[in-house]
Structure formats: C-alpha cells, structure tokens
C-alpha cells in the first residue's frame, strides 16, 4: 500500500468519525431535551376501578372557583339539620358547636335548612349571603344569615375531594344606625 493511499483512507475515515459524532450529538442533544420536557410535565394518573379512567391532577393550591363549589356545599352540612357526613368537612370545633345547636333544635321540634345564595372572596376570609329556613311543623320563616368563614387546608380524601375544611363560621353581625 502507498503512502498516498493510506493518507487517503485515513481522512475518509476522519471525515466519516466526525459526521457520525456530529449525527450521534444531535441525537443525544434531540433526546435530553425530549426527556427535559417530559419531566416537567404533569404524570399520567390512571384510576383502576370497575372502569379505568385518567384523572387530573391537581397541585395543592385551591382556586376561587374550588372554593365557592366547597363553601356551596359546606355551609348545607353545617347547619342544616337532615343532613350525614359532616365530619369530613367541619373542624372539630365547629362539629361540636353543629351538635350542639342540632340539639337544642331537636329539643324545640325545629328544623333549619340553609341555601347559600352570594360569595365574596377576600384573601383569608369568605364572607356568605345566606338564606336561614326554619320549620316548626307546617310553619316555616326565612332570614337573611349573613356569616364570615375561614377555611382550613387539609390533605385531599374520597370523601374531601376538596382538601378543605370549615375552620369557623361566624355569624355577620350587622349594627344599626340610630339616629
């Protein structure tokens, strides 16, 4: 084999090493970015049930919209009196000031029923424009109830999907002007 020739052979092999470790960087470049993107997106959660579904997750932050959908079923199950399945989403706090109340009113023969009809949301604290039913037989009345709520974050159950909890509900008490 000639000089010429050899030399020749190498800087074709030279040339073809460079392409393939050029074509072997894009590639692993291609992938660690493929890889990057799919670590930071959310996993894929799959519930196994009777039927298997994909569920969304969700980070542990509660929105406006999660919120008013808790306090619109909440406030029914703290105060109305034909109601189960409290505990889950009352303080223990407030379930001993619900059972309290509940029997006073089983004492008297009433039943109370209360629709949440306007939220406003202000940082920390909820303020509820709610409607007050009482019956005492076929007699019923309806007050405003005006109340202010303080939610308590707590871990996410089957039966709290909303990972929120009734800390303390206070009435609104409104002052009259005298004049």
């Not at 940082?123 to 509820?128: A, C, I, N, P, S």
Request: glycine fraction near 2%; hydrophobic fraction near 40%.
């Amino acid at each position: 084999m000639k000089f010429t020739v050899a030399w020749a052979n190498v800087i074709s092999q030279n040339i073809t090493l460079r392409i393939v470790v050029g074509v072997l960087t894009l590639c692993s470049l291609f992938f660690s970015i493929a890889l990057a993107r799919l670590a930071i997106r959310e996993p894929l959660i799959i519930e196994r049930e009777c039927f298997s579904r994909t569920l969304n997750s969700s980070n542990g932050k509660h929105n406006d919209k999660e919120i008013e959908n808790f306090i619109r079923v909440a406030i029914p199950l703290r105060f109305d009196s034909k109601t189960s399945d409290y505990r889950s989403y009352l303080s223990d706090d407030e379930i001993s000031f619900r059972m309290k109340e509940q029997d006073d009113m089983i004492k008297k023969g009433m039943i109370q029923r209360v629709l949440v009809t306007n939220i406003k949301i202000e940082k920390d604290l909820f303020t509820v424009d709610t409607d007050r039913i009482f019956s005492l037989g076929k007699v019923r009345s309806a007050l405003s109830f005006p109340l202010t709520v303080e939610l308590l974050s707590v871990t996410r159950t089957a039966s709290n999907p909303y990972g929120l909890i009734l800390k303390r509900v206070k009435q609104v008490v409104e002052k009259e002007n005298s004049k």
